[in-house]
């Protein structure tokens, strides 16, 4: 079958290629799926330039893309919630050949039915921008109907599912964005719009029970200015914390380092009595059926930018590190 392969650590242009790879067989716990749609991440070309290798180091070729939607093949033995010839979403482990190829394995424990109101391209762009939301917002920050929350970059593919995710459970959305895309943000629920390149938006909002920082840098620090006493700063880019650091079975040392780069961070946050979590996404099949579902009942809508095919996945990856993606980034095969 044909694949989008990782050739080596590197740019877009120079370290993809696509290539037949042998169809991946599956475990007893898995799904084989047929993909009709995926969807690419800033993980995907983050992975490539080798952001992550300190973390975990991969083998090449490797497959890319972490997103599917797609009919279900083959089950393995001890797979009994699907069955071949549903139609599925997945965020696939890391562990796997990318989603960029004509079929993909899924742990069952992964995987959601999709509802037959959505099609594939909406699918494929929930999984890894969807639950990197709903872990945030819910799982970790437990937004409640009534607080208050920023959420950085809201026109971005988690930004703008996290926008409809938190105005779902009743919170109050601020969110930070260039001027063109105003108005998407304002169509997606946010009460409060903050363009970022007219205004400071450190000057604009105050007393929050929650920041969604998907930016890092110095947004992270800056999110201890803007929350209430005993607010949550939850974050996908900023400074590893502990918690992190032992999931990712880091050693005492890299800890030690970890946590003087943090410092900073640690202090504003016991300053304002205030939680502090950066968080690595997971894949998660309940969540994602939970998360299909609000797309099922409109309760949000796929934001998709652009559509590329198969053939052209490279160009899209290309688009996508530009990082002016309005919404997700799909790939129909
Ligand atoms: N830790 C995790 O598990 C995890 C999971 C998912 C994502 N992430 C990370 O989270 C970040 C966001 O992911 P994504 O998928 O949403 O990326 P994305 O779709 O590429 O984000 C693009 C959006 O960012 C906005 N943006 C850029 N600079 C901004 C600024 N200074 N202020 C406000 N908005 C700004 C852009 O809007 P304008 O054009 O208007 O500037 C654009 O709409 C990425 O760095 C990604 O790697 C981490």
Not at 75 to 97: A, C, M, P
Request: hydrophobic share 40%; no cysteine.
């Amino acid at each position: 079958m044909q694949a989008l392969m990782m050739t080596k650590y590197g740019d877009i242009t120079s370290s993809l290629a696509f290539q037949n790879i042998t169809k991946p067989t599956i475990s007893t716990t898995q799904l084989l799926i047929e993909v009709h749609a995926s969807s690419i991440n800033p993980f995907d070309y983050k992975v490539l330039k080798g952001d992550f290798k300190a973390f975990k180091k991969i083998t090449f070729p490797h497959g890319i893309g972490r997103d599917v939607s797609g009919v279900v093949t083959e089950i393995g033995d001890e797979v009994t919630n699907f069955k071949v010839g549903d139609t599925v979403l997945s965020r696939i482990g890391e562990q796997l050949v990318g989603t960029i190829a004509q079929y993909v394995a899924s742990e069952a424990k992964h995987t959601a039915l999709k509802p037959d109101q959505i099609t594939h391209q909406e699918a494929a762009s929930i999984p890894l921008a969807g639950l990197t939301a709903w872990q945030g917002l819910v799982t970790i920050a437990n937004l409640k109907a009534g607080e208050k929350v920023l959420i950085h970059a809201g026109s971005g593919g988690v930004g703008t599912i996290a926008i409809q995710l938190a105005k779902h459970l009743g919170a109050f959305v601020a969110t930070t964005t260039s001027t063109p895309n105003v108005d998407l943000v304002k169509k997606l629920g946010a009460d409060q719009v903050i363009d970022y390149k007219k205004e400071d938006y450190l000057q604009q909002v105050n007393s929050f029970g929650v920041v969604f920082d998907t930016m890092g840098g110095e947004h992270t620090l800056d999110a201890f200015k803007v929350i209430k006493e005993g607010g949550r700063v939850v974050s996908v880019n900023g400074e590893v914390d502990d918690i992190l650091a032992r999931e990712l079975g880091l050693n005492f040392i890299i800890r030690k380092i970890l946590s003087l780069k943090a410092k900073k961070i640690t202090q504003a946050a016991a300053k304002k009595t205030a939680m502090y979590r950066m968080f690595m996404m997971s894949s998660n099949g309940p969540q994602l059926a939970e998360l299909a579902d609000l797309y099922m009942q409109n309760k949000i809508q796929a934001v998709i930018d652009r559509s590329y095919g198969f053939t052209e996945s490279i160009e899209a990856l290309e688009y996508l590190s530009k990082g002016r993606a309005k919404g997700k980034v799909v790939i129909t095969h």
